[in-house]
């Protein structure tokens, strides 16, 4: 199973960026499918990868980090095998390694990245003030 990111970059504070994300040589249409980031200098073991929110096998169920409610939104489009991450909003805050990872193991709920077993490489966002 391959998961590939694409999509970040550079913004000042208030604007957005859209991330996608293509999972391939899988079953995509039962995993469940999050994203995680990493901050810079974010070294806390264990605690390296920040929950930003995952969406559920069948679109139907979704959930955000407190941090993010309000300003991000993600989908999914089953036939593309395609999630995306729309990021409003935005703040220096959020400027990190945006990680795409797919969970065979839970389709409804998954909040730890040790819940999730493939994982792409991350894309940078960074928000300027």
């Known amino acids: 199973v391959l998961v590939q990111e694409s999509g970040g970059g550079s913004v000042q504070t208030g604007g957005s960026v859209r991330l996608s994300c293509v999972v391939s040589g899988g079953l995509f249409s039962t995993y469940l499918i999050g994203w995680f980031r990493q901050a810079p200098g974010r070294q806390v073991p264990g605690e390296e990868r920040?929950?930003?929110?995952?969406?559920?096998?069948?679109?139907?169920?979704?959930d955000y980090a407190d941090s993010v409610k309000g300003r991000f939104t993600i989908s999914r489009d089953n036939a593309r095998d395609t999630v995306e991450l729309q990021m409003n909003n935005l703040k220096p805050e959020d400027t990190g390694v945006y990680y795409c990872?797919?969970?065979?193991?839970?389709?409804?709920?998954?909040?730890?990245?040790?819940?999730?077993?493939?994982w792409g490489q991350g894309t940078q966002v960074t928000v300027s003030s």
């Open positions: 990872a797919a969970s065979e193991r839970y389709n409804e709920y998954a909040v730890r990245d040790w819940d999730y077993d493939y």
């Open positions: 920040e929950f930003v929110t995952f969406i559920n096998w069948s679109g139907g169920s979704t």
